[in-house]
């Protein structure tokens, strides 16, 4: 076979998209065979510059409609009751580059989620020492990394409604699969909100304030909405979808990223995921159009990371289109294309790898 060399491209790449994609990497999809993906594979997604969070000075201003309003250094947090967590987060534009036209943002095109062990304490804890007040509603979450998005120069930061922030499994964390947080996951302490899109786990986390009205910050009023036109009030982005992914079989084309594999017993690998907490209830793998179960490996870890699964498969020689996709207790189930969102939210569409059968 002689070699050969891939076309010139002509005409014009968006530099926006590819300044995101470098800085906001994915997770390598053959990383979906570690149940804990390893912190340096882990996704990434930061909005403006990683901030400088040193640990020694760091303090998390809990402030707001509290009895006790205080300041906790990272060793005081430390000395608080800990628990750590395997969770899965997800982005909420994970598959946007799948939807076309496509809005101007991350472009993910399926890599956007990974899964950690979080170590902390739960948030509650220190609420309940601050005492909350009787009309605190919401609390409002800050972290340090300021920059313009829609033209409002805002810091990143989320809300919770009380009953959520108040949930068992919502922690502050400070370390990451046994380590310190790094730099680019929030160090030195984060918000992890399980069962939910990214979003709400706000890194760097500074301020926690508790108020008795909805927050209209940019990242809580006008994005992580899900929207079909502009203007519309739209529905807010909370717990993820329910999803499942592969690891792509066979070896890569280095461009392409089509695959090759060998004729033959295969077993294909994959995990899958829901929101919420509810969990993973079935999984099927489409091999040229004909569904068939794949094999729920034994129960996730918690109740909030991904489970694997596998499907042995008899590859035939030949070109073939294979599918994954997750139903969850609920009996929610990926769609088997995108649905439409303006902003390309929450795009849980079936993942398809076209593989060549040698
Ligand atoms: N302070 C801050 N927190 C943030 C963000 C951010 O840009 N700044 N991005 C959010 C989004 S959209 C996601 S998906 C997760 C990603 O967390 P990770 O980069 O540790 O995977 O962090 C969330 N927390
Ligand atoms: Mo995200």
């Not at 002509?10 to 994609?21: D, K």
């Not at 943002?105 to 909350?132: C, H, K, N, Q």
């Not at 502009?230 to 280095?254: K, Q, S, W, Y």
């Not at 729920?296 to 070109?319: C, M, N, T, V, Y």
């Amino acid at each position: 076979m002689s070699p050969t060399r891939r076309p010139p491209i002509v005409g014009r790449f968006q530099p926006e998209e590819v300044a995101l994609a470098t800085r906001n990497s994915g997770m390598p999809l053959e990383a979906l065979r570690y149940d804990v993906t390893p912190v340096g594979l882990h996704y990434l997604l930061i909005h403006f510059d990683i901030p400088e969070g040193d640990a020694a000075s760091w303090t998390l201003e809990l402030g707001g409609l509290l009895e006790r309003p205080a300041r906790l250094s990272l060793a005081q947090i430390r000395a608080l009751p800990q628990k750590t967590l395997r969770v899965t987060l997800e982005c909420a534009g994970n598959g946007r580059a799948q939807v076309s036209p496509r809005y101007p943002s991350m472009p993910w095109i399926e890599e956007g989620a990974s899964t950690a062990e979080w170590t902390g304490t739960p948030l509650a804890g220190v609420l309940e020492a601050a005492g909350l007040r009787a009309q605190a509603t919401h609390l409002v979450f800050s972290g340090t990394d300021r920059g313009i998005d829609r033209g409002i120069e805002h810091e990143y930061a989320r809300s919770l409604v009380l009953d959520e922030a108040m949930r068992d499994e919502v922690l502050l964390v400070h370390a990451m699969n046994g380590q310190p947080l790094l730099p680019q996951h929030g160090a030195p302490l984060r918000l992890i909100v399980p069962g939910w899109y990214g979003m709400a786990s706000v890194k760097g986390l500074a301020k926690s304030e508790a108020v008795d009205r909805p927050f209209e910050g940019v990242q809580q009023a006008l994005s992580y909405h899900f929207r079909r036109e502009p203007g519309e009030a739209g529905v807010p982005c909370t717990h993820m979808r329910v999803n499942a992914l592969m690891i792509p079989p066979g070896i890569p084309d280095f461009y392409k990223r089509s695959r090759l594999v060998e004729a033959g017993a295969q077993r294909l690998r994959g995990r899958a995921w829901s929101g919420g907490g509810t969990p993973v209830a079935k999984v099927e793998v489409c091999v040229n159009g004909d569904w068939r179960a794949a094999v729920l490996e034994p129960a996730a870890a918690s109740p909030w990371a991904w489970r694997g699964w596998h499907f042995d498969w008899q590859a035939e020689p030949g070109e073939h289109e294979l599918a994954c996709r997750a139903t969850d207790a609920a009996g929610a189930v990926q769609p088997l294309a995108p649905v439409w969102d303006i902003a390309g939210f929450g795009n849980n569409a079936v993942q398809r790898v076209a593989v060549t059968v040698r």
